[in-house]
């Protein structure tokens, strides 16, 4: 059973997609084991709670220094064993301490098709504002792991989707989260739960169901 840690910062809608995926049976033999959120009012914290999923809230608000937020986060990370630490919409750099404790085995939804789109202060909303000032035709999401750079590690799945005309910037963020976030990432924590994953150097492999 491969033991999950999903980091959240908001609504969570992608954290509900990953417990309704594992509810129902399309991902096997994975169970989210942990979710770690980083603000005390988002309603992510609900959803794991409803779910009966131990929600923790790490705050960098509530220690002295950066330094004893990243102690705090990689704490409460390896507390709870995780075989993989999905960042679902979590919003804070990660440490480069956590990434280090966890080598390929932390996954993270961004949405546009990366390499489009991302790096330093594209997150949430900005990356759809982006988009539509750039008058791309096409967009999406990827699930990547997550290395020390940002936004740059192995890219595991992507899937396009079409902007349309008259798009706003919230139009366009469901409609990436409807026909790609919240398929691709239960699938990407499917494909690793059933040990198809092979990253190789900046790329991945996705091997043949057995
Ligand atoms: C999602 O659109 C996710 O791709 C994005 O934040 C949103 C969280 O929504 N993440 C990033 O921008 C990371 N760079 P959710 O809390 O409803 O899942």
Not at 55 to 65: D, L, Y
Not at 128 to 148: I, N, Y
Request: aromatic residues 4%; proline residues 5%; hydrophobic residues 45%.
């Amino acid at each position: 059973m491969l033991r999950v840690a999903v980091c959240v910062s908001g609504g969570g809608t992608n954290l509900q997609h990953i417990l309704d995926r594992i509810a129902d049976g399309t991902v096997k033999n994975a169970q989210v084991v942990r979710v770690i959120c980083n603000n005390p009012g988002a309603y992510a914290l609900e959803r794991a709670k409803k779910a009966g999923v131990e929600a923790v809230c790490v705050s960098p608000k509530s220690f002295a220094s950066r330094d004893d937020f990243n102690k705090a986060l990689l704490a409460g990370l390896k507390a709870c064993s995780p075989d993989l630490v999905v960042l679902a919409g979590f919003l804070v750099a990660i440490p480069e301490e956590v990434i280090l404790a966890f080598p390929n085995r932390i996954i993270n939804i961004h949405p546009s098709l990366i390499p489009s789109f991302c790096g330093k202060g594209y997150y949430g909303l900005h990356v759809h504002e982006k988009v539509l000032e750039r008058g791309v035709k096409v967009t999406g999401a990827t699930v990547h792991f997550v290395d020390t750079g940002l936004d740059s590690g192995p890219i595991l799945l992507q899937k396009a989707v079409e902007v349309k005309e008259g798009d706003t910037p919230e139009v366009l963020q469901k409609r990436v989260m409807e026909q790609a976030e919240w398929i691709l990432l239960p699938e990407a924590i499917s494909l690793i739960a059933q040990g198809r994953v092979v990253v190789e150097g900046r790329k991945t492999r996705i091997l043949p169901e057995a």
